[in-house]
């Protein structure tokens, strides 16, 4: 039997329609699970296969009788079982909702087309892990989002029905335009973004010691990778330091401003490369600011690559919905700083959730494309 009859809609139908509804969830439970080792892995920089699922705490090594999806979590009571240390729901949730996202595509899909069906809940699970990477470390590795375009331009010339085209070559152009168009439009609004609110005002207590190491500004609450803040040669970060000290000497009440081409400190020019060390005290520090990252231009361009243009640009748009009823909602709360603190993948991601149930249908209905 060929692959093409394996997957043959009619076949499948020769067993009842909810049993294939009770495999898609429990596949999706067991992929959640490893979505779990990629959340938390990932941007770290770790292994994905090696080594074994294990207690973050003491390093016990799970047995498979142990590592069963919702199952033992619950049946634990969200603890280890070697050492009691508390697990994280986010597990049971990861678990929980990519078990559902698979059975939600099973029956919107299931029946037009098995194929669709399965490849949807790859898009989705690329979707999941962006998001609850995105909410804790505030970026996007590109292993999901260039990762991501990847899959989505094969996808596309191997099932030209992503895009309701009908040769390989139209699947794979359809593909090709969605990618460049939710990337495209990103980096527009990025770069306008940039020109209307360039410069981010960081309050610090007085006294607070920074560190510009090699790759990141090291605040004492987080570190920030340089890329998030130099897009342009332009671009700088500009603070009035009470103390500035290098490896061989010391300044003090000067102001320093670090650009990707020079460091300047008071009167004088430095090359930032030939800098080993450089830490400041200070109360504030100004920065560059972007109305997205580079990561969300990369990850709309992989959503785009699934879902064509129009969907990138359904996207986009009940993104910023979606973004704007949370900051209202936040300010009403008391929470308006917290509004600061979001990242923008999540809704993204909600959006294009939305596009494959329902949301595409509409946006057909409102413009008839």
């Keep these: 039997m060929g692959i093409d009859a394996i997957f043959d809609t009619h076949n499948w139908a020769l067993v009842p329609f909810h049993f294939w509804s ?5 596949f999706g439970c067991i992929v959640g699970s490893f979505l779990n080792v990629c959340i938390y892995r990932m941007p770290l920089d770790l292994s994905i296969v090696t080594p ?3 207690c973050p705490h003491c390093k016990y090594a799970i047995p498979f009788y142990l590592n069963v999806p919702l199952l033992t979590w619950l049946w634990l009571r969200g603890r280890c079982k070697n050492c009691a240390a508390p697990i994280s729901p986010r597990y049971f949730v990861v678990e929980l909702l990519t078990g559902l996202m698979f059975l939600s595509c099973w029956l919107m899909f299931g029946q037009q087309s098995v194929w669709l069906a399965l490849v949807y809940t790859v898009f989705l699970a690329g979707l999941i892990t962006a998001t609850f990477i995105d909410f804790e470390h505030f970026i996007i590795p590109d292993e999901i989002t260039l990762g991501g375009a990847a899959a989505g331009l094969v996808i596309s010339f191997l099932l030209p029905r992503l895009h309701e085209a009908t040769t390989n070559g139209q699947g794979m152009g359809r593909g090709l335009v969605g990618l460049a168009a939710g990337a495209g439009i990103v980096y527009a609004i990025l770069r306008l973004g940039k020109l209307m609110f360039g410069r981010q005002r960081l309050k610090l207590e007085p006294g607070t010691k920074i560190v510009f190491s090699e790759t990141a500004l090291c605040l004492p609450d987080k570190e920030i990778p340089y890329e998030e803040f130099f897009y342009r040669k332009s671009d700088a970060i500009v603070l009035s330091a009470q103390t500035v000290e290098l490896v061989d000497r010391g300044y003090q009440d000067v102001t320093l401003r670090l650009s990707p081409q020079e460091l300047k400190i008071g009167d004088e020019r430095i090359n930032p490369e030939t800098v080993k060390h450089l830490e400041a005290v200070c ?6 600011r972007e109305a997205m990252g580079l990561g969300d231009v990369k990850f709309m361009g992989a959503i785009g690559a699934f879902i064509g243009w129009q969907g990138a640009l359904f996207s986009l748009m009940v993104s910023s919905m979606i973004g704007a009823a ?4 936040l300010i009403v709360l008391g929470k308006r700083e917290w509004s600061s603190r979001m990242p923008y993948g999540p809704y993204i991601a909600l959006a294009a959730v939305i596009w494959l149930f329902g949301g595409k249908l509409v946006f057909h209905a409102l413009f008839a494309i």
């Design 22 to 26: 009770l495999v898609f969830f429990a």
């Design 52 to 54: 074994p699922s294990h």
């Design 283 to 288: 109360s504030e520090i100004v920065v560059p």
């Design 326 to 329: 949370v900051g209202v909602v």
